[in-house]
Nanobody, 120 residues
């Protein structure tokens, strides 16, 4: 199993980024997928989850209305569109695979992460 994130970078407050996670080595369309982040000096924080079909999504309150999780099962790719970014969104963002098809938790695989820095 491989999960490879991309799309991070330095962005000004109010800006947008689209994170991608390309998956391989498993049946991507079968499982829940998730985004988890870790801010500098902080613990891991769940951000968003999406079910296998892409029609059930959930978000942490702090990103609701500013983030959209989606997936393209034909491309084995997970996305996180983040708009109106704030300095508190600065973190390493990880893509995670859920162990089961029916529940987002627990996770069994993680990507290497992509850095998002929101600063003027």
């Amino acid at each position: 199993v491989q999960l490879v994130e991309s799309g991070g970078g330095l962005v000004q407050p109010g800006g947008s980024l689209r994170l991608s996670c390309t998956a391989s080595g498993f049946s991507f369309s079968t499982y829940f997928m998730n985004w988890v982040r870790q801010a500098p000096g902080e613990g891991l924080e769940w951000v968003s989850s999406i079910n296998s079909g892409g029609y059930v999504t959930s978000y942490i309150d702090s990103v609701k209305g500013r983030a959209t999780i989606s997936r393209d099962n034909s491309k084995n790719t997970l996305y996180l569109q983040m708009d109106n970014l704030k300095p508190e969104d600065t973190a390493v963002y990880y893509c995670t695979k859920s162990l089961r098809a029916s529940d987002p938790l627990p996770y069994d695989y993680w990507g290497q992460g992509t850095q998002v820095t929101v600063s003027s």
